[in-house]
């Protein structure tokens, strides 16, 4: 209750946050998909709108525990493949304050989608090869359009090399993707996904972490927020 109370500092600002991950058709009953839950990208929308903000989500593929937890007074879309996320983010993200994408995009998606569900009848002992092509790159595209006065912030989940630290993949990421801000967390074949918690850093437009927070994804969206307010203050 205190931490409800404690402040609607988000209040007038008009965010839309992107969750989930997306699937790329193979054919009418398979999919290219990833392991991502939605529930990071819930948590933020959840907060924001905790805290005044009028919130859009567009999930993705959200698992359904995960979306009942965005809970009223967000605004839900859906999207399933990347193209549709995309299309749905062009849509409204004109009108947003804050752009957040913590949805897990495909990077590539099958470029002969099967009319027909591929059998191995069909297949006369052959694997067949996926051909696949590169999706947009949706953030990317958002910070080339952004207007004055709009915050785009990314997400990036990284298992970074031997050598190499997390902050130095996510300052180049962060470069590379034009945004304001860049969320950053480990992530393994344990750690990051399909869990209630998580660890994450936050860099901004001059490579400096203004934000480090973990525990649970509520706990890490409501620091990723206060760096958001934070950088549109200054
Ligand atoms: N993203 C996006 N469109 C894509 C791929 C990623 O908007 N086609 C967004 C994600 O929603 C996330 C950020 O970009 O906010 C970083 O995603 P990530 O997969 O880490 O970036 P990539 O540029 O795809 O780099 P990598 O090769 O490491 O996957
Ligand atoms: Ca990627």
């Given amino acids: 209750a205190r931490a409800l109370a404690r402040r609607a500092d988000a209040a007038g600002l008009r965010i839309v946050v992107s969750a989930g991950g997306t699937r790329e058709p193979i054919d009418p009953v398979r999919y290219i998909g990833n392991r991502s839950s939605g529930r990071q990208g819930v948590a933020v929308a959840r907060a924001a709108a905790d805290r005044g903000a009028e919130v859009t989500l567009v999930a993705a593929h959200v698992e359904e525990a995960a979306l009942v937890d965005a809970g009223h007074g967000v605004s839900v879309r859906r999207a399933g493949t990347a193209a549709e996320l995309e ?27 099967a009319e027909r569900k591929l059998t191995k009848e069909a297949a006369a002992g052959v694997a067949p090869t996926l051909t696949l092509v590169e999706n947009a790159d949706i953030l990317a595209g958002l910070a080339e359009r952004r207007r004055p006065g709009q915050t785009i912030v990314g997400f990036a989940a990284e298992t970074p090399a031997p050598g190499e630290t997390l902050l130095e993949r996510g300052i180049r990421k962060r470069r590379r993707k034009g945004v304001d801000l860049l969320a950053v967390n480990e992530v393994g074949w344990t750690e990051g996904f399909e869990r209630a918690d998580n660890a994450l850093l936050v860099i901004d437009a001059h490579d400096e972490v203004v934000a480090t927070a973990s525990g649970a994804k509520r706990e890490t969206a409501e620091a990723l927020l206060d760096a958001i307010l934070a950088v549109r203050s200054r």
């Fill in 87 to 113: 299309a749905v983010m062009a849509e409204l993200a004109p009108r947003a304050d804050v752009v957040v994408m913590a949805a897990a995009v495909a990077d590539y998606r099958v470029a002969d989608v």
